[in-house]
């Protein structure tokens, strides 16, 4: 389909008589086949700690043998290090930074005409198409309408006769969720390897071990999938994929852009009778650099079906179409109730890593994961001083550049940004990012809640300067004070975008940019954007007296649009002292948005002194 196409909506009706008609134009028997069936077997928030990639304590038989009857790629990741925009590349085929909101977590973004979904791209070329059942697409698709058919029964058995079929099995055994209760398996506590960055504690080691006895489990529900297959007569008709949505689910793992967040198992079998899709050979292993969002690509490669235009992805290497590539690219944004900003790069070999909102830390607190024990071990440590300063490095402010080698540090707890040996490969993985932000027209820097959030508003330069906002915001991150000067003339600027980072330029600043204060309030009498008011007013709580910035935050923690809610919360408890807003902070408690809610109720446990790491603050 040609960008800019329309099409219309698909109903269920007309998805199941698109399937039933190729099979009526075609043999009804699997044999007969002229296109193959193709299997996705989805695991959630998986590393992947398994036999096929090395590691000694998997018990995953199942997957072991997809990978040596099929490919494995040892260096895939997804796009997003949490589910919703990740889940977004898989159902467009377009990264969730190019149609804003959809990078922010649970966001409702509004899809452009052209962005078929692949179901549906499947469905009219014939394809019975199933998803069981999780969606979270942070998009406006409606499931009822992408799907032949969606939910907990959705299964290939419902197909037309004949009908080649496309289904999705999500397995949910190895979620982050599974891991607030110890799971007992094979692998002990006294089993497991500690990360570097984390204490070596009791509750570590049980989350570590039951992450492990959570993965076996999914690996025999995999491996029953399969047997299902195999028992139909349907193996030899049948692409196979194995993945991952999002990297692992342990502290600094989810939501978080180091290899642990964003590094995915990915196998596909291809039977012998489709062997001619293939260009490499089964049990290979493919070193080039993947992410999920060329898996749409792939699907309808094998389908036979054009790609279209608009797809980022492209079909994966060892499968016919799929060129060798040199880089995967990654970022997140605001995860849950917590802002944040960054985007990545890897060769396989080496992460770059580029954060934009340097003046907070990585250990900003999350009320849904902090239900495991891991983090309150994590967080319970540092508040008693128990940490070495590699542990102690996550709960402190951010630099602007990460660089590691993930041979040699796979942890990657040594910086090598600031290194004189790695300025060339620096400078190399910088020009390749700013490249990639460019040409997928990256919404990053766009204010969450903004009017800009639109995808034509996105692909205009004249409304989103993307390439003045990523200059400005490099010079953010610097937190150079011989900067100011020229945030205070972005303040002025016709574009919400350079105001914002403007404002977030002097928040970086701190103390720094206290000459500036005096026209910091003026300014913010005058500003029309409550996204930029939310950060000069958190910027003037750094170099003056606080009583205006703080009572101009408590008012707009009761703003119509709950984003900005949000973030007049979020900047409240990185403000020096907030205690004169506990009863706004109280107000928004009870706030109908979940996220506005937790956030303010961390905030004010804090501000009353009675939070612990051990109180349960999500709801």
């Not at 009822?144 to 969606?150: E, G, K, L, V, Y």
């Not at 900067?483 to 403007?502: H, K, Y």
Request: hydrophobic residues 40%; glycine residues 6%.
């Amino acid at each position: 389909m040609a960008r800019g196409e329309a099409i219309g909506p698909v109903s269920r009706r007309t998805l199941l008589g698109a399937a039933a008609a190729a099979a009526a134009a075609g043999p009804s028997s699997a044999a007969g086949q002229a296109r193959p069936n193709i299997l996705w077997l989805v695991s959630e928030d998986n590393n992947p700690w398994l036999g096929c990639y090395g590691e000694p304590l998997a018990r995953t038989p199942a997957i072991d043998r997809l990978a040596a009857e099929g490919l494995l790629y040892r260096h895939a990741y997804s796009t997003a290090p949490v589910c919703a925009p990740s889940r977004f590349a898989l159902i467009t085929g377009m990264r969730a930074e190019s149609c804003a909101p959809a990078h922010q977590m649970r966001a409702r973004a509004r899809l452009p005409a052209f962005a078929t979904a692949l179901p549906r791209l499947l469905a009219q070329a014939g394809y019975y198409c199933s998803n069981n059942a999780k969606t979270d697409y942070n998009c406006d698709l409606d499931p009822a309408a992408t799907w032949s058919s969606q939910g907990l029964s959705a299964h290939w058995n419902d197909r037309p006769a004949g009908a080649p079929f496309f289904a999705v099995f999500n397995h949910e055994t190895t979620h982050e969720s599974q891991l607030f209760k110890p799971t007992p398996g094979p692998v002990k506590p006294q089993d497991v390897d500690v990360p570097a960055y984390l204490p070596d504690t009791p509750g570590v080691r049980t989350d570590i071990a039951s992450y492990h006895n959570r993965i076996a489990v999914m690996d025999a529900q995999i491996g029953a999938r399969l047997a299902e297959l195999e028992a139909a007569g349907l193996a030899e008709d049948t692409i196979v994929f194995h993945y991952a949505d999002n990297g692992g689910a342990l502290p600094r793992t989810k939501r978080f852009c180091y290899d642990e967040g964003l590094h995915c198992g990915l196998t596909v079998r291809v039977p012998p009778k489709w062997a001619h899709l293939l260009t490499a050979r089964p049990g290979e292993t493919i070193d080039d650099p993947v992410t999920l969002v060329d898996l749409p690509a792939t699907v309808l490669m094998a389908a036979g079906q054009p790609i279209p235009a608009h797809f980022q992805g492209r079909p994966l290497p060892g499968l016919r179409g799929g060129a060798g590539r040199t880089w995967a690219f990654g970022g997140r944004d605001r995860m849950d109730e917590r802002y944040d900003l960054v985007r990545t790069v890897t060769d396989g070999a080496f992460r770059y890593i580029r954060n934009y909102a340097p003046h907070r830390p990585w250990g900003q607190h999350y009320a849904y994961p902090w239900q495991m024990t891991a983090w309150q071990d994590w967080e319970t440590a540092h508040a008693a001083g128990r940490l070495n300063p590699t542990q102690a490095r996550f709960w402190s402010a951010k630099p602007a550049e990460e660089l590691y080698d993930l041979r040699a540090d796979p942890d990657q707890v040594s910086n090598l940004a600031m290194r004189a040996a790695h300025r060339a490969r620096l400078a190399a993985m910088r020009r390749q990012l700013d490249a990639h932000m460019l040409s997928i027209r990256d919404g990053a820097f766009i204010p969450e809640g903004s009017s800009l959030e639109d995808y034509a508003a996105q692909q205009d330069e004249g409304r989103y300067p993307l390439r003045r906002a990523m200059t400005l915001a490099a010079r953010c991150i610097a937190r150079d004070p011989a900067n100011a000067a020229g945030f205070m003339t972005g303040l002025s600027d016709d574009s919400e975008v350079i105001r914002f980072w403007s404002a977030q330029g002097l928040l970086m600043l701190a103390r720094r940019a206290a000459p500036a204060a005096a026209a910091m309030t003026a300014r913010l009498s005058a500003e029309s954007s409550p996204q930029v008011r939310v950060a000069l007013a958190e910027a003037l709580t750094h170099v003056g007296p606080p009583d205006a910035p703080l009572a101009m935050l408590a008012e707009l923690s009761a703003h119509e649009h709950p984003r900005v809610r949000l973030q007049a919360i979020n900047a409240l408890t990185y403000a020096p002292d907030a205690s004169s807003a506990l009863a706004a902070v109280e107000a928004a408690v009870k706030d109908k948005d979940g996220y506005v809610r937790t956030a303010a109720r961390y905030l004010a446990m804090v501000l009353r002194g009675e939070y612990r790491p051990d109180v349960k603050v999500f709801d």
